[in-house]
């Protein structure tokens, strides 16, 4: 089990090295390189830049000045915010996403593998119709297409939930509801066929022939099975609401990462980009690394492998 | 005056499916006595497995008992509820299924399953499940059982899974194990230790068993009494003896010449019997058997046949045992 | 029924028809035996596939909106770029002063069925040719995944050994990378030296037409994301390698390369199908989120995101500029997840019925 996590940590550093290597030289690619493409704010910060990094050294030096900068936590100034780093601008806005997203996340275990668990026990019948038109319905749209369908409905027509900030505990609704649709979608229709396939199996049959009940049969017996391929969801899902958050944040005007990388494209501030990529890549990276660490204690079967 | 373990009476069932009514049983009727070993025999889809399953109320979704009755131990059971018929499973009729591989949950240690069926029935404490579960590993050969208890199933090869589920099917000692191909999946060396120990733990604990199989080879080994069942009814009943030496029905017949014997000689083919199984959707009217029957008459394509009693123990379903019995009644008449 | 514990004598003695105890004819017998007869592979599929409905009515949507994105706008009376002086910011089936003027002097005007946007071009046009974009990036893109992905994961299964062990250490990485975020990335940085490229070259001045945004986009589908396919082809092949017909093709002398693609890859194509269908769709959902954040195609070429984007500002005054691509993409991406889930369950054996 040990060197299962050694090796699976080892590939996640690597795959890192790899993306902050590509994100690196790729900003190159932009005439002038990320540092000076546009016209420095300031004298003040070009010398500054000039003397962190090197800027008229071979771009490798500058490569190698930017990862020992990295590792000390430092990832460059903000072209376009006089004198905040990026690193502060990340530590600031990324609780906020953190919240909302985790929210999603949460919301989405909590809805999807009930409704998925219920779909499966009534199979055919009118329940699972309904819910796995909705969860099919739900997997197509995209979180930008709910989350305006939404804003449509509650804020414009029924005037019933704010458009944007995150002041009231009403705000939350919509945002974390946009984002969690297509967990929830994705997961209860996971759950549903899991379950599914957890019921045909023979052991059931013997809890069943054992004559225990149906609860203990559904709770102990197929759950414990049933749920291990939503764990493996939990990476992706992971991900999906952290890039899912770009989208809603800018829609609801929420103040957090997502909103913030994406002004940085529009308004070309570099360093932000570069170091918001990275840092949304170590993030996801890790969180891959968590759950299929995860996964490999929860079922038996892989234990002592 | 022993009273019946098991008595089934006139079992009608079908599982109600998309395409149609499937008539898995069709006037099914036996019984058992306590301390029998009953042997119910024949090809896949004739009815076997499902007997066995509805007299402990485990009949798999669409199907549903649609006439008969089940008497268990002097009970009418086939009417129970649910929470009733709980009760009675895994606790006074056990059973075990044909393959072990999948049969235990793999995500729970094979100590945690025999106990969880030890703590549903019998009124004993953790600690007191725990030592009666190492006792009943004990008894069916696993060695080192304090050991294993703490093991998952898939540590364990299918030989020693079948063991693991016939300890939890006697762990609250039932009255009758139903065995639904209890070796097809194994080994055949495996397969006569899983047999002798079943043979043993009867003589030890005094319960009943009753072995479905398709194999014969079986049957004659630890069964005392046998069912043939084709298409969803029993074509013929009888003890050991009445099957194999004084055989009525041609499907028990043709069963019985199929089996390779060592004395053939080299180049003499298989006997295979021809034809393919029923159509249950749409069962003729007359014998099941009739289309690969090569003593088929044309009243058995038209009518379902009666029982004929043999002896006391052996009965058939045949129009050409009718016929033999209405001849000699015929005769009878005549001469008295 | 006898009761069969009893030795009556047979009541049924004197019932009995004796004629009916001749032996049957083998004709008797055989007219009561039914057999089934057997279909082939693709017809048993198809057939499967015509009883869902659902699958069958999101085909027929599918086939109306390519109508709509690839015929309907060769003779529409609006163009998607031109812009109406006058028809600024009309409501669906709203007519300008200017063509109200136009009608009375008893020139006809075609309705503006989805109104008109801030510049005056027509919303339905635009969103057929944005229709367009989506599906030609979600074939195209799905194209390339099905190619690289099941080349890929063929090689890779067929050789196993230590190839296949590289080669699944490659996809595991790839895997792990942040797709969204990369091509975020590559489309923000590609953009100049693919421009550049255009002005240089005149022969990669479509590169320009076509918007720097979508060709980043293929660039990136063609790296990243054949991953998922080549992962499933590799496992199918896994399995189908061993059976008997690829021994007798390789006892008879066939090169690896026949046997991939002749045999193996053919008995795969059910499953290539499926996965290419329902990638497909998730093509279209990544278009449209980056043509949503800016990252697309460049104006004044629409795609459905791009118009969702553009229509986000003046959403409470116009709510229906930002409905319509929405409710569009939704379809789109709906009827290629059903069509596919459909392709799936009656090509895949197992699901039976």
């Not at chain 1, 019933?160 to 919509?174: D, F, V």
């Not at chain 3, 250490?169 to 091509?183: A, Q």
């Not at chain 3, 090169?255 to 279209?284: E, F, Y």
Request: glycine share 8%; net charge positive; proline share 5%.
């Amino acid at each position: 089990m040990g060197k299962y996590i050694i090796k699976r940590v080892l590939y996640a550093v690597l795959t890192l090295a790899v993306v902050i290597t590509l994100t690196f030289f790729l900003m190159y690619l932009i005439p002038g390189g990320p540092f000076l493409s546009e016209k420095a704010p300031s004298a003040a910060t070009t010398a500054a830049l000039k003397a962190k990094y090197g800027l008229d050294q071979p771009v490798i030096v500058q490569f190698k000045n930017y990862v020992v900068n990295m590792l000390g936590g430092d990832l460059g100034p903000s072209l376009k915010q006089r004198g905040r780093y990026v690193s502060d601008i990340i530590a600031a806005k990324f609780p906020v996403s953190a919240k909302v997203g985790g929210m999603s996340v949460v919301v989405a275990l909590v809805l999807g593998i009930p409704l998925g668990s219920i779909a499966a026990l009534k199979r055919g019948k009118w329940t699972d119709k309904i819910i796995t038109f909705f969860s099919t319905f739900g997997i197509a749209v995209p979180s930008f297409v709910m989350s305006t369908i939404l804003v449509i409905i509650f804020s414009i027509s029924l005037k019933l939930l704010p458009t944007y900030g995150l002041n009231t505990a009403s705000s939350y609704i919509m945002p974390v509801a946009a984002l969690s649709f297509y967990p929830i979608a994705y997961i209860a229709r996971l759950m549903r066929s899991s379950m599914l396939d957890v019921l045909g199996q023979d052991y059931m049959r013997t809890a069943r022939a054992k004559g225990l009940s149906t609860f203990k049969q559904l709770f102990k017996h197929a759950m414990r099975n049933a749920i291990l391929p939503v764990v493996t969801y939990l990476g992706p899902m992971i991900a999906y609401t952290l890039t899912g958050s770009f989208v809603v944040e800018k829609i609801f005007t929420i103040p957090g990462l997502g909103k913030e990388f994406i002004s940085s494209i529009v308004n070309r501030d570099y360093p932000m980009i570069m170091g918001t990529t990275i840092f949304l890549a170590a993030l996801i990276i890790a969180m891959n690394v968590a759950v299929d660490i995860i996964y490999k204690l929860v079922d038996p079967r892989i234990k002592l492998q | 005056m022993s009273e019946k373990l098991l008595e089934i009476k006139n079992e009608r069932l079908s599982f109600f499916t998309p395409a149609g009514e499937v008539k898995a049983l069709n006037d099914v009727s036996f019984s058992m006595d306590q301390g029998d070993v009953l042997g119910i025999v024949g090809e896949s889809g004739s009815g076997k497995s499902v007997t066995a399953y509805s007299i402990m109320g485990l009949t798999a979704d669409p199907g549903r008992v649609v006439g008969g009755e089940i008497h268990f131990n002097g009970h009418r059971i086939d009417q129970l509820k649910e929470k009733e018929l709980r009760k009675i499973r895994g606790n006074e009729v056990s059973i075990i299924f044909q393959d072990p591989m999948t049969s235990l949950n793999p995500v729970y240690t094979i100590g945690n399953q025999i106990c969880e069926v030890l703590l549903l029935h019998t009124k004993c404490t953790k600690q007191q499940a725990r030592e009666k579960a190492i006792e009943l590993l004990t008894l069916v050969g696993i060695n080192e059982p304090e050991r294993r208890m703490k093991q998952y199933p898939h540590e364990f090869s299918g030989g020693m899974r079948q063991r693991i589920m016939i300890a939890i099917a006697l762990a609250c000692e039932p009255k009758l194990l139903i065995a639904d191909e209890p070796t097809t999946a194994l080994d055949v060396t495996i397969q006569a230790q899983i047999l002798e120990l079943m043979v043993s733990l009867k003589k030890k604990i005094g319960m009943s068993i009753i072995m479905i199989t398709h194999d014969l080879g079986i049957v004659s080994s630890i069964c005392e009494k046998i069912a043939v069942m084709y298409a969803g009814k029993i074509v013929e009943y009888g003890t050991i003896d009445d099957i194999f030496y004084h055989t009525a029905h041609e499907y028990t017949k043709g069963l019985l010449n199929s089996i390779p014997k060592l004395t053939e000689k080299e180049h003499e083919k298989l006997v295979p019997i021809e034809g393919s199984p029923v159509d249950m959707l749409n069962p003729p009217a007359g014998c099941p058997f009739a289309p690969r029957c090569k003593s088929c008459m044309k009243v058995c394509l038209e009518k379902m046949p009666e029982y004929t009693h043999l002896s006391d123990t052996h009965y058939s379903a045949c129009w050409l045992l009718q016929k033999k019995e209405l001849e000699k009644q015929q005769e009878d008449t005549q001469i008295g | 029924m006898n009761n069969m514990n009893d030795k009556k004598p047979n009541p049924l003695t004197l019932q009995l028809d004796v004629s009916a105890f001749v032996p049957a004819t083998q004709e008797e017998k055989e007219n009561l035996v039914v057999m089934r007869d057997s279909v082939s592979f693709w017809k048993d599929g198809f057939r499967r596939l015509k009883k869902n409905k659902m699958a069958m009515t999101s085909l027929i949507i599918i086939i109306v909106v390519l109508i709509l994105a690839f015929i309907v706008p060769s003779f529409y009376p609006y163009d998607y770029k031109t812009q109406i002086r006058g028809s600024e910011n009309l409501a669906p089936m709203e007519y300008s002063d200017t063509e109200l003027k136009s009608m009375e002097a008893g020139v006809s005007v075609f309705p503006h069925f989805l109104g008109t946007d801030s510049l005056g071009r027509d919303m339905s046009v635009r969103i057929m040719m944005g229709s367009r974009i989506s599906l030609l990036v979600g074939i195209v893109a799905s194209a390339i995944i099905c190619l690289i992905g099941s080349l890929y994961g063929a090689i890779a299964g067929y050789f196993g050994g230590r190839l296949d062990q590289v080669m699944m250490r490659i996809v595991d990485m790839i895997y792990t990378v942040p797709d969204l975020i990369i091509i975020i990335l590559l489309t923000t940085t590609l953009k100049y030296p693919l421009k550049s490229l255009a002005e240089s070259n005149k022969a990669f001045a479509w590169i320009n037409v076509v918007g720097v945004g979508l060709i980043c986009i293929f660039i990136v589908f063609a790296l990243l994301y054949w991953v998922g396919m080549a992962r499933i082809i590799r496992s199918q092949i896994l399995s189908l390698k061993e059976q008997e017909y690829v021994t007798a093709a390789k006892a008879l002398g066939s090169g690896s390369g026949r046997i991939i693609t002749k045999h193996l890859l053919k008995n795969c194509m059910g499953m290539i199908i499926v996965t290419t269908t329902l990638q497909i769709p998730s093509a279209i959902f990544t278009e449209s989120f980056l043509s949503f954040i800016g990252l697309g195609v460049s104006a004044p070429m629409p795609s459905l995101g791009s118009l969702a984007d553009t229509a986000l500002d003046g959403i409470s005054s116009y709510p229906y500029r930002l409905l319509a691509p929405a409710i569009m993409i939704s379809l789109i991406i709906l009827s290629f997840n059903l069509l596919g889930d459909g392709l799936r369950d009656a090509f895949d054996p197992k699901l039976k019925k």
